[in-house]
């Protein structure tokens, strides 16, 4: 079945410690973004990936980092997570820019 | 001026009616304009993909884009309970590797 794995689903931490959330994709696309949604804001693109080892900033890269040494996987990492990163993001792939994108169904972080 | 706008419902219609969604946008460089419908703790799902001005229908939807008036629409006919859910615009460009959503539109549909 084609589909985007994230986990954790949902994780509760503390200001300042690192965390990471994985993203997997078995479909082979070239393209994977991480989007956070927040209430009346809608999806923000945080990262995107055009392909293994080329990343770029979306519209909100502040306080994240992400990598993409794996074609499959791009996983999203907070250095030191603030209050203000509590939101539900979501990673999602497709074949290439400006394809429709496939998403996980989200990780719902809590940072106290 | 935001790139795009989508009213935020919530909209509360009977089972069987047809439902409207709309959304504006400002940047005249989009090419690509999706629907997404989002069920509660679920991810996005993609509803429609189309990239020309027109109508594009798909069973009970239908996907209407008016580039000249940067204007498009969701239409459901028949509306069901289980289309209940947030939908969401979206707009990419050629080339281009940002996408673009509305903020989402909570529907309810009523057994």
């Known amino acids: 079945e084609a589909q985007v794995t994230q986990n954790p689903r949902y994780l509760i931490t503390v200001t300042g410690k690192k965390l990471t959330v994985t993203c997997s994709q078995n479909m082979n696309h070239e393209y994977m973004s991480w989007y956070r949604q927040d209430p009346g804001l809608g999806l923000r693109q945080i990262y995107y990936?055009?392909?293994?080892?080329?990343?770029d900033k979306g519209d909100v890269p502040e306080g994240y980092k992400v990598s993409r040494k794996e074609k499959r996987n791009f996983p999203l990492i907070l250095e030191s997570p603030s209050p203000n990163q509590t939101s539900l993001y979501f990673c999602?792939?497709?074949?290439?820019?400006?394809?429709?994108?496939?998403f996980g169904d989200g990780t719902r972080l809590s940072i106290l | 001026q935001k790139e795009v706008e989508q009213d935020p419902g919530p909209l509360s219609v009977p089972e069987g009616a047809i439902v409207s969604l709309n959304c504006t946008y400002s940047?005249?460089?989009?090419?690509?304009f999706m629907w997404y419908r989002q069920y509660s703790r679920k991810g996005p799902e993609l509803l429609m993909y189309t990239y020309s001005s027109g109508n594009k229908e798909d069973g009970r939807f239908t996907a209407q884009v008016d580039k000249s008036s940067k204007y498009i629409s969701l239409f459901i006919r028949d509306s069901q309970p289980s289309d209940s859910a947030t939908y969401l615009c979206a707009f990419g460009q050629y080339n281009f590797n940002k996408f673009y959503f509305g903020s989402g539109t909570k529907l309810n549909v009523k057994p």
């Open positions: 940047n005249s460089a989009f090419q690509y």
């Open positions: 999602a792939s497709s074949l290439g820019s400006g394809q429709p994108q496939h």
């Open positions: 990936s055009m392909n293994v080892e080329v990343t």
